[in-house]
């Protein structure tokens, strides 16, 4: 059963930076789609990033070019790198994972989902 656990939120000021993290327990990380999703209060959950085996990758418009996701398989992690952190970030954010060798942000795509971090934006 692979498992997800997320690390890195926090609060942090309007352009600030945060670098969240996803460890997973499996030794084949290498073989599934990861991505990134956000859920703020009151809305339902969006995807905001994602990145195949291969490492091809799309972002949400909303978080293009402040975004950067990435993955070492080596060491089982998927990573997010936030800057330039606008109030309308704020929300829990979630790693996900399908064993599969494609992108999207559908959520019903991905099977396996972490717990969340909460990640808070000021002004």
């Known amino acids: 059963q692979l498992q997800l656990v997320e690390s890195g939120g926090g609060l942090v000021q309007l352009g600030g930076s945060l670098r969240l993290s996803c460890a997973a327990s499996?030794?084949?990380?290498?073989?599934?789609?990861l991505g990134w999703f956000r859920q703020a209060p009151g809305k339902e959950r969006e995807g905001v990033s994602c990145?195949?085996?291969?490492?091809?990758?799309i972002a949400a418009d909303s978080v293009a070019g402040r975004f950067t996701i990435s993955r070492d398989d080596a060491k089982n992690t998927l990573y997010l790198e936030m800057n330039g952190l606008k109030p309308e970030d704020t929300a829990v954010y979630y790693c996900?994972?399908?064993?599969?060798?494609?992108?999207?942000?559908?959520?019903?795509?991905?099977?396996?989902w972490g717990q969340g971090t909460q990640v808070t934006v000021s002004s």
């Open positions: 996900a994972a399908a064993p599969t060798n494609y992108c999207t942000t559908y959520r019903d795509h991905f099977d396996y």
């Open positions: 499996v030794f084949t990380l290498g073989s599934y789609t």
């Open positions: 990145i195949t085996t291969s490492g091809r990758t």
